[in-house]
Each structure stands twice: as structure tokens, then as C-alpha cells.
């Protein structure tokens, strides 16, 4: 293996420009100053409550949007405007929507089949359609049934559809974005496993992001935190998941729905006063003292950058926890 | 479960749909009953039919829904044999519901206030000085900071966990005997799920009320139902309490469940999906619905329904694998 990561993220800051009313702009925030790394055929989970940025961090790393600023290296090599279509092949995306994000119109072998158009990934047309036909098997779908249209197809089916599409230009490393979410929860197994099969067997790298924290947790080998833009706290899945520092990680953790009465009965949820500020107004200093219980006046000053607590742990917070 | 009594029974409910495709059984004879100041859980995937079960007992269905069987006795009496009239105020009065989405309940142009002030007016004879005093109070009780100022927002200037609290203090405003939630929590994101949670935990200790929780998330019904009912296909595959449930599951199907979620620190451990896709409630099979997914199926499971049988005092099952063993075990004893 090379010694630097496939995916090596720097500053990454991400800010829209909203109207607050006819006149004002404001400046929106949605990712503030990101770093991560993602190894070959490592998954790395982001976790964090709708709106804090994951969506639009696994986006920009893909530059579907212009990033505000910060770098991202692709096996050591810096993606820029001009070469960011030679690395489009390696980095892929599934969406969480199965029923949105494929066009109903389409068969299976057309949704499959056009990456491998866009990219001229074949020769004859007895290539391509031997070529879907050995995608559509490596998830789990039935070949015969390539000619069926998106909306013939259920929820898993269809997210499985997405991934195949996802995997026809042989990616290195794919951004999935709640792939599971929509899902029920004895298909989501199904598909949390095809995911696990297809790392094992191809070594591809995943920027796993959701919002259910069992789910991440049983995916990924890391876990990185965010809140508001930011990311709090990041480090190893067994790490984050038994002893969080961050005073929002622990109760984002005590707060996961366990499907095992007693650990329910046992544990203590740790409950946080009111909402997530607006990204439009975000108070100084950290990002989550207004909900923090240990917050003094030196965090409401600088905001916290991620300090290393050993092992690839690293928190941002004055007060770390345990 | 001693020294409770019965708030609701139900009997052998049937509901359908009458479709131009035909006939959607979506509820297949399901029975339970509800005890006074009991949390009960209602769980089971998409289209299993938990909806439709409140909406049943509620008789909100709509067009082409239609209960074609059974009884839903509310202290005895059945309410299925209730005027529209009665029905009304039944609704109003001694049972009240609440939705995901919480704009179902919510008007959109007229003020928390202005809605708030009318659901209790309908139900309580109190002066306008009470009513806005009971207002302020319902806020208060479901945790709504500023109350004041909220009876004069908008439902779309609160945030979702917000909007939330004052659908259930909407809900709560005639003090119903029960409540019944439909998926409260599963827009929310965790924390925010969290405080609603302990919220209505705390709701029904203060105020003694029953809920019906309905979920598809098995993490939230563990986390705070007394006894749970598990759906497939529009029946009851068992009921029991939570432990009974989780610790000694007696039906295929739930079993399954539990082996395909994810467990809190299980990260190493292959999950265990259920193969194949939910049955076609047009074409419901004479056996036992979960049949063409399960991997111990025996020959009458395709043929016949399961019988209901009683586990123990807290756990009731119906699948023939579950039958089996309760005769086998029998069987055994009087050999011994
Ligand atoms: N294209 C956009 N224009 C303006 N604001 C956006 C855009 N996309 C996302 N945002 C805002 O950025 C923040 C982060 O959004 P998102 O990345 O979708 O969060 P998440 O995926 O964690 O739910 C939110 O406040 C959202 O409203
Ligand atoms: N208006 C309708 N017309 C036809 N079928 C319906 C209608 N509403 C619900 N159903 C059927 O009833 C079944 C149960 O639905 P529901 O109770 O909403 O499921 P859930 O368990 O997800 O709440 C579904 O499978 C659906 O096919
Ligand atoms: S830096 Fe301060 S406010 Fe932020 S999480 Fe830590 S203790 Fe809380
Ligand atoms: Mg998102
Ligand atoms: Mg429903």
C-alpha cells in the first residue's frame, strides 16, 4: 500500500450566499474548515443532525460544487478545476433517495449502461451487455430482468440499481450519502452487506455518511463527527462509539434508539436543551456552546481547534470529557 | 400485568381497501388489548399495516378503506357501532392522535394560539381567561420555552422539534384516555427524537394516559413501550412485553428483525438479512404471510394461518415453527 491516504481532505470550506430578505445577503456557512483522510478500502462514517454539512462536504469533495476553499488529494494528487474530470471515474457517489435519484423512465440496463457510455468503457455491444449483466449480478439483482424499468423495481432493489451504476466505472472510492435511510429495516441489511462484499472483494474506499449511528458505527473503521459545519470529533468507530469526549458526541451517542430494553432501561440519555443555532447565526467561539453543558467563557472566545488525544482520537472542545 | 384494567380491546379487526385492482387486505383479524396508563408499541416495516390500524380504530379511514370485520371495545362498549355524531366527540374527548408530519394537525396561516385556543375551547367549557391560561400551561407541560410568544408565531416559524411539542399538547388539550402516536419521532433527527421521547414518557406518568406508539424503528419501541405487538401483512405475528419481545422473540419474522439491525457495538459482526421483498397484500397467500421469506418454513406454514398460541403469561405468538416447539417441549415433559 502507498503511505499517503486515497483521500486526503485540507481545510475544505464550503459557503453559500442566501438572501436573508430583498436586500441582504448573508454568507451560509454549510462547511467551515474540514479535514479528513479516507484510506484505500477504509470506510470512514460521518455522522451529525440534518443541516449540520455532510452532504454538501461529501459534494464539494467531489466538486459538484466549486469549493469556497481548501485542497483535496486524490492519491496524492491535488484535484483542480482542470483535471477533476480524469478522477470522475474514481470517485463515485450513491444518493439515499432510490425512488428520486434514478430516472423511472430508464430500464435497469439503461441506468446501469450510461457510465459506461460516458466513459467508452467498451467496444462491442455485446461487451457493454455482458458488462451490465456482471454489474447487476455483483449486486444481487437478477440479469433477466435488465430490461424492467426503474419504477418496477422496490425501494432495495433500486438502491441497489444506484450502486451498480455507481461500480460501472470501477470507482476507488464512493461518497454514499444516507444510502440506507429510505430503506426498511430487514432490506437495509441487505444492502449494508452488498456494501461490505464489495469493499472486501474490489478494496474500494467509502465516504460513509448517515444518520442513523448504529448503522455507521457497524460500517465504518472510523467515525468523524460534525456539528454546524465542523467537524467535533473524530477517531476510531469503537473509540467514538464507547468513549466520546465531546460533550456533543456523548450525548448524540446517548441518545441512539437501542433495541435492547435492559441497555435502554440501564443507560442515562444525556438531553440537550433546544435546537441547532442557524448556520446564518452562528455564535462565536465554539459552535455548540449554546447547547453545551460545560461551556465557560473561554469557549465562547476562539473556536476550538481538533486536538489529538492519542490513537487518531482528535476533539475540538475546551473541555473534553473523560 | 396484574391490577390493570382494560382500556381497549380490540377483536378480530378486518380493514380493505377496495381497489379498481382489487381487493388490498391490509388488516388480516388482528386483536390486542390496551390497559389503562399502559405504553404500547406498535412496530413492523412499510405497509405492514400499522396506519391503518389507527386509523381503524379512530374511523378516519378513507375512501376505499373500509373496516369489514370485528370490534374495538372502548370500556366495553364498541365503537364501531357509534353514530358518526358520537363518534365525533369520542374523538374528541377520550382519544387523540398525532402524526410524523406534524403540519397533519397544524394550520399553516392561523397562529399556535389561535389553534391551540380553539382545541381546548371545543372540549372544556372554560372562560376565555382559562382557556389562555390552560394554553400557556399545555405549552409549558409539553416543554415549549417562551410560551407566550409562541401562541403568537406561526406553525413555520418553529423548528420541527418544536412544532412537535405543540402538536401534542394540541393532541393532550382534551386529556384523552389515550393517545395514539403515528411514527413521532422519525423526521426527527436523534436528539431532538430524544427530548420527544422522554417527553411523552414523562407526559404519560404526569397524566396516566395510554399510548399507542407506533414505529417501524425497533430501537425506540425497546426504548419505551411496556408490551409490543409485532406486524406483518396486517397481522399480529406476536405480542408480549418488551423483554419477552426482544430476548425471547417466537416468531420467524421477528427474529429476523432482530438479527438484521445493527446492535450497539456489534461492528465486526455480519448482519443477517430477511431475504426476498414484502408479500403482495392483493395476492395474500392462504398460509402464514411470511412464508416465501422464511428459512424454516414448514410445509403447513404455506398451507395454513398460525395458530395464536400463549407462550407464557406475558407472550403470545403465532407461528407454526413456535407451535411446534411448545408441543415438542410439552411432548417432552410427559415422556420424562
Ligand atoms: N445549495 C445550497 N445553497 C444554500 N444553502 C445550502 C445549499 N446546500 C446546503 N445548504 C445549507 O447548508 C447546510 C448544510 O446542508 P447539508 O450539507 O445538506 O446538511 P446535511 O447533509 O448534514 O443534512 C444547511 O444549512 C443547508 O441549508
Ligand atoms: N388508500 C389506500 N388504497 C389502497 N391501499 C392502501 C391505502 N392505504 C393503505 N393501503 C394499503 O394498506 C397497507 C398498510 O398500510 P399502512 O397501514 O399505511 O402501513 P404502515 O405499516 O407503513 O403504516 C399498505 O400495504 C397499503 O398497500
Ligand atoms: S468547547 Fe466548550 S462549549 Fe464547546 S463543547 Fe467543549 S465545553 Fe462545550
Ligand atoms: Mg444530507
Ligand atoms: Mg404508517
Redesign the pocket.
Known amino acids: 500500500m502507498s503511505n499517503h491516504p486515497l483521500i486526503d481532505v485540507r481545510n475544505l470550506k464550503?459557503y453559500?450566499?442566501?438572501k436573508a430578505d430583498m436586500i441582504t445577503k448573508l454568507q451560509?456557512k454549510?462547511?467551515d474548515d474540514v479535514s479528513f483522510t479516507i484510506n484505500q478500502g477504509e470506510t470512514l462514517g460521518l455522522v451529525?443532525?440534518?443541516?449540520?454539512?455532510?452532504?454538501?462536504?461529501?459534494?464539494a469533495l467531489l466538486r459538484l460544487?466549486k469549493p469556497t476553499a481548501g485542497e483535496v488529494y486524490f492519491d496524492g494528487n491535488l484535484i483542480t478545476d482542470d483535471n477533476i474530470d480524469h478522477y470522475r471515474k474514481d470517485m463515485q457517489v450513491v444518493f439515499q433517495d432510490p425512488y428520486s435519484s434514478l430516472n423511472p423512465r430508464m430500464t435497469m440496463a439503461d441506468i446501469v449502461g450510461e457510465p459506461l457510455d460516458i466513459h467508452g468503457l467498451y467496444k462491442t455491444k455485446a461487451e457493454r451487455k455482458e458488462k451490465i449483466a456482471e454489474l447487476v449480478q455483483l449486486v444481487g439483482l437478477n440479469s433477466d430482468h435488465a430490461r424492467r424499468y426503474a419504477h418496477e423495481f422496490s425501494g432495495g432493489q433500486r438502491q441497489r440499481i444506484g450502486i451498480a451504476r455507481a461500480l460501472a466505472v470501477n470507482p476507488r472510492f464512493i461518497v454514499c450519502?444516507?444510502p440506507v435511510s429510505a430503506l426498511d429495516v430487514s432490506i437495509q441489511a441487505q444492502i449494508i452487506n452488498t456494501f461490505e462484499e464489495l469493499q472486501e472483494k474490489l478494496g474500494i474506499a467509502y465516504l460513509f455518511?448517515a444518520?442513523d449511528l448504529l448503522v455507521v458505527q457497524h460500517m465504518s473503521s472510523r467515525i468523524a463527527v460534525?456539528y454546524l459545519?465542523k467537524i467535533v470529533e473524530v477517531g476510531p468507530a469503537d473509540e467514538i462509539i464507547f468513549h466520546p469526549v465531546h460533550p456533543y458526541t456523548q450525548s448524540l451517542i446517548s441518545a441512539i434508539p437501542l433495541p435492547d430494553p435492559k441497555a435502554a432501561r440501564e443507560r442515562r440519555r444525556i438531553i440537550l436543551q433546544g435546537d441547532v443555532p442557524?448556520?446564518?447565526n452562528m455564535p462565536a467561539g465554539c459552535p455548540f456552546r449554546s447547547r453545551c453543558r460545560y461551556a465557560t467563557e473561554e469557549c465562547a472566545q476562539v473556536c476550538p481547534s481538533l486536538e489529538d488525544m492519542g490513537a487518531g482520537h482528535q476533539v475540538a472542545c475546551y473541555h473534553p470529557q473523560g | 400485568m396484574s391490577e390493570t384494567t382494560t382500556l381497549l380491546q380490540v377483536n378480530d379487526l378486518h380493514t380493505s381497501f377496495f381497489t379498481n385492482s382489487g381487493e388490498v387486505k391490509a388488516i388480516n383479524g388482528i386483536s390486542f388489548s390496551l390497559d389503562r396508563g399502559k405504553i404500547l408499541g406498535i412496530v413492523g416495516e412499510s405497509g405492514s399495516g400499522k396506519s391503518v390500524t389507527a386509523y381503524s380504530l379512530l374511523r378516519i379511514l378513507t375512501d376505499p378503506g373500509r373496516v369489514t370485520a370485528g370490534q374495538v371495545l372502548f370500556n366495553g362498549e364498541d365503537i364501531l357501532t357509534y353514530s358518526t355524531q358520537k363518534m365525533h366527540s369520542f374523538r374528541g374527548s377520550r382519544i387523540s392522535m398525532i402524526f410524523q408530519d406534524p403540519m397533519t394537525s397544524l394550520n399553516p396561516v392561523y397562529t399556535i394560539g389561535n389553534q391551540l385556543r380553539e382545541a381546548i375551547r371545543i372540549h372544556t367549557d372554560r372562560t376565555r381567561e382559562q382557556v389562555h391560561a390552560r394554553a400557556l400551561e399545555m405549552l409549558t407541560l409539553v416543554g415549549v420555552n417562551e410560551p407566550e410568544k409562541r401562541l403568537k408565531q406561526y406553525p413555520h416559524e418553529l423548528s420541527g422539534g418544536m412544532r412537535q411539542r405543540v402538536m401534542i399538547a394540541m393532541a393532550l388539550a382534551c386529556e384523552p384516555d389515550i393517545l395514539i402516536a403515528d411514527e413521532p419521532t422519525t423526521a426527527l433527527d436523534v436528539t431532538i427524537q430524544a427530548q420527544i421521547l422522554e417527553l411523552m414518557q414523562e407526559l404519560q406518568h404526569k397524566l396516566g394516559m395510554a399510548i399507542i406508539m407506533i414505529t417501524h424503528d425497533l430501537g425506540v419501541i425497546a426504548d419505551i413501550c411496556d408490551e409490543i405487538i409485532v406486524m406483518y401483512a396486517g397481522r399480529v405475528c406476536e405480542r408480549g412485553t418488551a423483554d419477552e419481545i426482544f430476548y425471547n422473540p417466537c416468531h420467524e419474522y421477528t427474529k429476523g428483525l432482530i438479527r438484521s439491525i445493527p446492535t450497539f457495538g456489534s461492528t465486526h459482526e455480519k448482519l443477517t438479512p430477511i431475504a426476498g421483498n414484502p408479500v403482495d397484500l392483493l395476492k395474500l397467500p392462504s398460509g402464514c404471510a411470511f412464508a416465501s421469506r422464511c428459512d424454516r418454513a414448514m410445509k403447513i406454514c404455506l398451507s395454513d394461518p398460525p395458530e395464536e398460541i400463549r407462550v407464557n403469561e406475558n407472550h403470545i405468538a403465532a407461528c407454526w415453527v413456535n407451535v411446534k416447539n411448545v408441543y415438542d417441549e410439552a411432548k417432552e415433559g410427559q415422556d420424562q
Open positions: 464550503q453559500f450566499t442566501v451560509l454549510a462547511v451529525g443532525e440534518s443541516g449540520c454539512g455532510k452532504t454538501t462536504v461529501g459534494r460544487y450519502d444516507e455518511i444518520h460534525m459545519g442557524s448556520p446564518l
